[in-house]
């Protein structure tokens, strides 16, 4: 917005940052004439590299933090998996019981209390990948309309997608080590009469 249109809404106005456009190959010259132009110690002059990194550093730690929250909803998320396929060996203590009266060996059952879980995990996985995806689409499509980011692209991180596929695989395989335990521990005859 024009600063005449901000100016009644502010107390005081002060200029933060000043951009100033050399010619190619003059940068340096016109850093050292406005450096000694102004004499100031508290005045920090950056040149178009310099300025990038520090722009880049800031989204590198907004990406940092996200990773950190990514991290804690890991962690909910194991613990969430271990609860569902514990209540679900409860409640399915009867027809554990029958499989293992008609024949199913207690490694069969464990493994498809992993499968189980691997697919829980996954299914949760692939919908926040897509959820995130488009979010991250639909909000970069909105900032590239408007002024704010007119360079921006998006680029999705395939390796990182598949990695964090992995080890949701692998997060599935370990929420299901205790409930899968449970599940094969079960007394067959005390099973059955579960209700």
Request: net charge positive; aromatic share 6%; no cysteine.
């Amino acid at each position: 917005m024009p600063l005449k249109t901000l100016a009644p809404h502010m107390a005081a106005q002060r200029d933060d940052i000043i951009l100033v456009k050399a010619t190619a190959g003059h940068a340096n010259d016109v850093q050292e004439r406005v450096k000694t132009a102004l004499h100031n110690p508290l005045v920090k002059l950056q040149g178009h590299q310099a300025l990038q990194q520090e722009v880049t550093g800031s989204v590198a730690l907004l990406l940092n933090m996200v990773y950190g929250l990514l991290g804690m909803a890991l962690i909910i998320s194991v613990l969430s998996v271990v609860n569902t396929m514990a209540l679900s060996v409860f409640a399915r203590s009867q027809e554990i019981g029958m499989l293992r009266a008609i024949g199913m060996r207690r490694e069969g059952i464990r493994r498809m209390i992993r499968l189980e879980s691997i697919v829980i995990s996954l299914f949760g996985s692939v919908l926040g990948i897509v959820v995130g995806t488009f979010t991250a689409w639909a909000m970069g499509t909105v900032f590239s309309h408007s002024k704010l980011l007119s360079g921006y692209t998006m680029q999705i991180p395939w390796e990182r997608i598949l990695l964090f596929l992995a080890a949701s695989a692998a997060v599935g395989v370990l929420a299901a080590l205790w409930p899968a335990r449970r599940a094969a521990a079960l007394n067959t005859l005390q099973a059955i009469k579960a209700q």
